[in-house]
């Protein structure tokens, strides 16, 4: 039995009886064994549980009782969406043992389509970052090349399914970091639209810009995915009341009369020659496959990621402010200390990007300064939301270089946040305008490391996106990982 | 001249739910932190999603105290550490962008005076602290936060007080306002809050704080009034600070000096989406609000020929004037306005009296449709409203058991005037030239007859008896 299939695959296997779940769920879980001493893409397993739910999985099949449509796929989720019964840590020593005690609208959506949660996994700390590096427990590899990073913040989310430790994943993505360890880990990465999907038990970062989103070998495994997890949701009041769309039916449609806009600032100066390339070659297959491609220039792109960083770490300043050791965190002696004493001790313990992030964004909002940053950021979000919206008028789809460069040592870069923020280019103008962005695999370079597309659709047009990129992805034939 | 101003916090009490979650709104006598759950608590993931109603309950007050309402309203954080604030940070409402809270600029005019309203915004209160022993030699601080998301809204007032009897006036019609409204109850504990800013000429603005109940503040704006004139009056410079009201001591004392000024780092609340309020809208709000005290007032004195002092009285408190509408009807209005304001006000007067009464709205109205029929006199109707409201029978049942039928047969009478006279002999000499000899009389016969004898005809008797004499 094979564990490198699609989650189609795994489907009709199971459906036909070909495969239990409980052998396939074992498999996988002696292959995670096997593999993550040298991956670290788990923060915490949950073997036990996920060996139990397989077989009432398997025995409501025998039986013939209902059984949701996912019938036991194995899944990890991004250890900062809650999930009760398993610690949620956002690998921070902050919340080293916090256990929630609910589930994710997204978690219970999944285990009420019988997915299996096989574990939780890496992140920077609180998915500041883009390597995977910033998490308190190490960084997780990159399966292609496991000195080199799988990119971020939901690593761990890129490296399980890549390297066969589950079928489907959920990250989360502020800045690109769904979109990001998709492309290092070459497996495929959506982000919705801002309110497509739920964040109720998505622990906060960046609160008006973040969402769930699904990573999976194939693009039809992202669309299955994202027909669970989407939808309005009582407890998100940002979540759109659209209507239920099967974002897997005619999938395979394709893109013949499509108008694809190729963004400018984003296929010129400071971006890898390999990855020029790549780009260039998906350019001449979506010609191929009848979709006209155009340049197009979205100039606001320029002070993207100025304005990103500063929304971000303004709402992640406020965001954090809860984790003041009182109500859940970690032990520690309260007595003989007063209270704003208590406070600043206790929350020493975040790492160096958050503390970074968290003092930038205490000063963006602080008296007198709000004008000249905070409310200029915004300025220029509503600016680049504007050029979008006037790009999509003249173009069906938007298409990047996921990340401007390939993956890279582990360690290279930790010391130059600087340079590190602005890898985030091609992906926050998705983020800032609240469209949905996916990475498709394209490539590998000359020292086989993986190149991704990044295509980008208008609102709530993820149905029309998941055909573009399903289409891409049938003239690519690349290998997996080998293992 | 002395300036005043108020920030009051009114719960909105009226509310099964809590601002941003499902939890009890009503977090009165429930064991400690018992009433949470993740999003009163701040859990990580935890999200808020605002209550609707409690918009809709907001913007009641902020149109009944003549605010405008903006078209796009918004929420942000205020962010500062404490121990009663799950998140570290407060979902409330600022206007220092552009005026997004519920309402501003509205204005209140009390015996002729113009209060503006500065503000009104929608916020949640936080959890409430416990101290073992004093605040000040505790060595345990506990936090309960079931109050931690309670629907709250502060009313800021600007400077336009110029004594504490107009803020107490103030506080009152606020009080009658919130409740007329069916939006809160001010008299529950805790339920409204004030702090006020006061300043003297040649003085600084001083805070007070920590005022426990509506009478307190008259008294600690007072207090504070003469301890700020006595210092100007020594050429004592009066400092900018927060003082609070130490309730024991009936003084304000200076709270520990701020080591640096807050900064609150407001940020927009972007997890609750902007609330769009059209016109339409708030046209809708109006027509749902019940009528103000003074359209009551009115009605009662035009429609209904109530005398303008019991109308006074009866429209500002909601329960009696709920119960004046229930019960009354055109014929008998002024009977039954008469019957609550003389006798039920005065027996029944506090919350819990009220809670104990036995209403039977017909019987009321019976009662008064008896008295206006001649069938009762005033005094026997007192004795059945108090039977009434003891028992929650029927008028019938009433009458029955306390027999209290009026007596208006002249012969009945005519024998029971003469026993008087002839225990009155002094009384009825005087009578022919004293009219309180004769009300003295009357009196009698009333006494004897326990209330039913019929006053006008027992008066004509006595009167034609006299000169017959």
């Known amino acids: 039995m094979k564990i490198e299939i699609s989650a189609t695959e795994y489907l009709s296997l199971v459906r036909s009886g070909s495969i239990s779940v409980e052998e396939f769920i074992a498999k996988t879980l002696d292959h995670v064994h096997s593999i993550e001493p040298r991956l670290r ?18 025995k409501k099949m025998r039986t013939g009782e209902k059984v949701g449509s996912l019938l036991g796929i194995p899944v ?35 285990r009420q389509e019988d997915a299996i949660i096989i574990g939780k996994v890496n992140l920077d700390e ?142 010129g100066e400071g971006v890898d020659g390999e990855v020029i390339s790549a780009t260039e070659s998906a350019i001449a297959r979506f010609q191929e496959l009848g979709a006209e491609c155009v340049p197009i220039s979205l100039d606001a792109v320029e002070h993207s990621v100025a304005a990103y960083y500063t929304i971000a770490s303004a709402e992640a300043s406020s965001n954090l402010a809860r984790y003041d050791n009182l109500r859940y965190g970690y032990d520690f002696a309260s007595e003989g200390y007063e209270f704003k004493a208590y406070v600043s001790k206790a929350r020493s313990r975040f790492g160096p990007e958050v503390t970074r992030r968290m003092l930038l964004g205490a000063f963006v909002l602080s008296a007198g300064y709000y004008g000249k940053y905070y409310l200029k950021a915004q300025k220029v979000r509503e600016m680049i939301k504007s050029q979008i919206e006037n790009a999509f008028n003249s173009v069906d789809f938007l298409v990047t270089p996921t990340m401007p460069i390939l993956p890279f040592r582990i360690g290279e870069k930790i010391e130059d946040p600087l340079t590190l923020y602005l890898l ?30 990044q295509i980008l659709a208008n609102s709530f047009e993820e149905k029309d996106l998941l055909k573009a990129a399903y289409a891409l992805e049938q003239t690519t034939n690349l290998p997996g990982v080998k293992i | 001249m002395t300036k005043i101003g108020l920030e009051i916090h009114c719960q909105l009490t009226k509310l099964r739910s809590k601002l941003f979650c499902n939890c009890r709104a009503n977090y009165r006598g429930l064991p400690p932190n018992s009433n949470i759950c993740p999003v009163c608590a701040g859990l990580p993931g935890s999200l808020p999603v605002l209550n609707k109603r409690a918009v809709e309950k907001a913007a009641m007050i902020a149109l009944a105290l003549g605010c405008e309402i903006p078209e796009r309203v918004s929420f942000f954080r205020k962010n500062y550490f404490y121990p009663d604030l799950p998140k570290n940070f407060q ?26 309203m500065r503000r009104i915004q929608l916020e949640e209160d936080p959890g409430r602290l416990v101290y073992e022993g004093s605040s000040e030699k505790t060595q345990l601080t506990l936090v309960d936060y079931n109050r931690a998301g309670t629907p709250l809204v502060e009313l800021v007032t600007e400077p336009d007080f110029e004594n504490p009897r107009q803020v107490r006036i103030f506080l009152n019609v606020l009080a009658d306002l919130v409740e007329n409204l069916g939006v809160s109850d001010p008299y529950l504990d805790g339920a409204m809050r004030v702090d006020g800013n006061v300043s003297v000429e040649g003085g600084n603005r001083v805070e007070i704080k920590n005022v426990g109940s509506f009478k307190d503040i008259e008294k600690a704006l007072n207090f504070e009034i003469t301890r700020q004139q006595s210092l100007v009056d020594r050429k004592i410079p009066v400092i900018a600070e927060t003082r609070h009201w130490d309730e024991a001591r009936k003084i304000t004392v200076s709270a520990r000096s701020k080591e640096e000024e807050q900064d609150y780092r407001y940020l927009p609340e972007s997890d609750i989406p902007v609330i769009i309020v059209s016109r339409e809208k708030i046209e809708n709000l109006r027509k749902q609000m019940p009528e103000s005290l003074a359209e009551k007032k009115d009605r009662y004195i035009k429609k209904l020929g109530i005398p303008a002092q019991v109308a006074e009285v009866l429209s500002s408190d909601k ?110 000499i005087e009578a022919n030239t004293n009219p309180d000899a004769v009300n003295y009389i009357v009196g009698r016969v009333m006494r004897k007859t326990k209330g039913k004898a019929d006053p006008s005809v027992t008066l004509e008797i006595i009167k034609k008896m006299i000169s017959i004499k």
């Open chain 1, 424 to 453: 985030d280019i091609n992906t926050i103008t998705a983020n800032l305008a609240g469209i949905p962005a996916i990475s498709v695999p394209m490539a590998f370079s000359s020292s086989n490391l993986p190149i991704g597309i």
């Open chain 2, 91 to 116: 979902i409330t409402q600022y206007n220092a962008y552009g005026p997004t809270s519920i309402g501003s600029e509205g204005n209140v005019e009390i015996e002729g005076k113009v209060i503006r």
């Open chain 1, 76 to 110: 990890s989720i991004k250890d900062n969406i809650c999930t009760a019964g398993i610690r949620t840590t956002c690998a921070s020593r902050m919340l080293e043992n916090f256990v929630a005690p609910y589930d994710a609208t997204v978690v219970s959506r999944l």
């Open chain 1, 41 to 58: 893409a788990y923060i915490t397993l949950d073997a036990d549980n996920a060996l139990d739910k397989a077989r009432s999985i398997d």
């Open chain 2, 319 to 428: 329960f009696y004037s709920d119960l004046f509408d229930k019960t009354h009807t055109e014929s008998n209005a002024r009977e039954v306005a008469n019957l609550i304001t003389t006798d039920l006000m005065g027996v029944a007067d506090t919350r819990e009296k009220k809670s104990e009464l036995k209403i039977d709205n017909k019987a009321i109205s019976d009662l008064a449709d008896a008295i206006v029929g001649n069938k009762l006199t005033r005094n026997s109707g007192k004795i059945a409203l108090l039977e009434l409201v003891k028992t929650g029978k029927s008028f019938s049942e009433v009458i029955s058991t306390l027999d209290l039928s009026n007596v208006s047969d002249i012969a009945t009478l005519e024998k029971i005037i003469g026993e008087v006279f002839k225990e009155e002999e002094k009384a009825v």
């Open chain 1, 126 to 267: 609180f998915a500041m970052g883009s390597t995977t590096e910033f998490s308190c427990f190490g960084p997780s590899r990159n399966p292609w090349n496991t000195d080199y990073v799988p990119g971020g913040s939901s690593g761990g989310s890129g490296v399980s399914v890549s390297a066969y430790e589950c079928i489907i994943s959920l990250g989360s993505d502020t800045g690109g970091s769904v979109r990001s360890p998709a492309s290092f880990c070459s497996v495929v990465g959506l982000k919705p639209t801002y309110g497509l999907v739920s964040r109720y038990g998505l622990i906060s970062y960046s609160n008006s810009i973040e969402q769930i989103g699904p990573l999976g070998r194939k693009v039809e495994d992202v669309a299955l995915a994202l027909n669970v997890i989407a939808g309005h949701d009582l407890r998100d009041g940002t979540t759109s009341s659209g209507a239920k769309i099967d974002y897997v039916a005619d999938i395979g449609d394709g893109i013949e009369g499509k108008k694809i806009g190729i963004i400018k600032q984003m296929m």
